[in-house]
């Protein structure tokens, strides 16, 4: 299937939407100079990139502030005393309802962006996010497998320049 699928954009801005925050630097991933490079993104490709995202932006923003409050209003009904069945669903409805129009304006964004990119610059998007998807496949695993969490977490990556600390005596 040759199709971007959810590329980088819907990857990285669902993400960071799912989560509440803003995934790498607000979902700009055709700001990043890596990712220009290896998809060989040109100076117009950027710009007309960067004006499908800030179109769809404020869209972006007043959907994910419903759903967080249909999902607020869904956390409320289920934490009542006396649960009301006909209440929670008609929340779990609107909550979904809502996800589904916040999915659909991603994907109609991504829409608008893939006919920005070329054939080959798809194709390797949709590489790199299989890569990234499976980078993130194997954290989770180790994570559940193996993490051991009550070791010293690793070091900042500043703290990991220069020499090493002498131990003292």
Sequence with gaps: MKKIGLILVTAWLAAGVARGQQPLADGKWWK??????????????????????AK???????????????????????????VD?????????????????????????????????TPEQREKAQEMRAEFRQRVQERRRQMRDGADFDADPAPPRAATRGPAPRPTP
């Design 32 to 53: 990043r100079p890596r990712i220009v490079q290896a998809l060989g993104l040109t100076p117009t490709q950027t710009s007309e990139l960067e004006k499908i995202f």
């Design 85 to 117: 069945r006909q209440q929670v669903e008609a929340a779990i409805e609107a909550r979904e309802q809502s996800r589904a129009r916040l999915q659909k304006e991603l994907a109609l964004m991504e829409l608008d962006m893939k006919q920005v990119l």
């Design 56 to 82: 769809s932006r404020p869209r972006l923003i007043d959907l994910k502030a419903d759903l967080e409050k249909k999902q607020f209003a869904y956390e409320q009904a289920m934490g009542a005393d006396k």
